[in-house]
């Protein structure tokens, strides 16, 4: 079975700086997506970033970026030029690409970032 | 506004009660899911619907009993409770489940449930 680990449970950061969550992930499957959750005070889960793993390169959404180390299973989500809207609870999770119940997403527990002004 | 609604937004209940969570979406979408999220877990799937059928119970204790009665709207029927199930439960939709970009899931701002 697929785990997804999240070893920060909270994390903080100065407004403006950068701040690097980490996800470390366990599969035996080849194709898979790898994502990261956002759930702000509001408790709305947001889509910040996916990541396919078979591409190399890693995927970024303007000040969110990801570095993918397949080989590592790590998948850390690093914010640039933090703000205060950014504070929330982020969620990685991991997606199998294909066969059976492939629309599962495994979460990780999650990790609390907060911003300071 | 996400497309995805759930009401109500909190419910207190007793272990004897019978209430009801819903979940509309206005997406367009023909999946819709329930998780459950409790303190220092992660997120748990319940249930899958995808085009008003059932295809998937993630082995949820039958005190538990979700409607589908279109792709639009999403129910979850709650009886005999216990404290343990206490928990914020969140719906979600998606196109479908099999489609391409079925990864990218809406989610509604769930219904804190606490059971005393």
């Known amino acids: 079975a697929q785990t997804v680990t999240q070893s920060q449970p909270e994390m903080s950061v100065q407004e403006a700086e950068t701040v690097t969550l980490s996800c470390t992930y366990d599969t035996s499957e080849s194709d898979y997506y790898l994502f990261w959750y956002k759930q702000p005070p509001s408790r709305q889960m947001i889509l910040v970033i996916r990541q396919e793993a078979y591409k190399q390169q890693n995927a970024t959404e303007n000040r969110f970026s990801v570095n993918f180390q397949k080989a590592a299973k790590s998948f850390s989500l690093k914010i640039s030029d933090s703000q205060l809207g950014d504070a929330a609870m982020y969620f990685c999770?991991?997606?199998?690409?294909?066969?059976?119940?492939?629309?599962?997403?495994?979460f990780g527990k999650g990790t609390l970032l907060t911003v300071n002004p | 506004e996400t497309g995805v609604t759930q009401t109500p937004r909190h419910l207190v209940m007793g272990m004897t009660n019978k209430k009801s969570l819903k979940c509309e979406q206005h997406l367009g979408h023909n999946a819709m899911y329930w998780y459950k999220q409790s303190a220092k877990k992660p997120l748990e799937l319940m249930f899958v619907?995808?085009?008003?059928?059932?295809?998937e119970n993630n082995s949820v204790p039958s005190r538990f009993s979700p409607e589908c009665p279109n792709s639009s709207h999403l129910f979850l029927h709650l009886h005999t409770l216990q404290p343990e199930d206490s928990a914020l439960y969140l719906c979600?939709?998606?196109?479908?489940?099999?489609?391409?970009?079925?990864?990218?899931?809406?989610f509604g701002s769930g219904t804190q449930l606490s059971v005393l």
């Open positions: 979600a939709s998606s196109q479908e489940i099999r489609s391409w970009d079925r990864e990218k899931l809406f």
């Open positions: 999770a991991y997606r199998r690409g294909s066969g059976g119940s492939n629309y599962k997403l495994t």
């Open positions: 619907y995808n085009f008003k059928e059932q295809t």
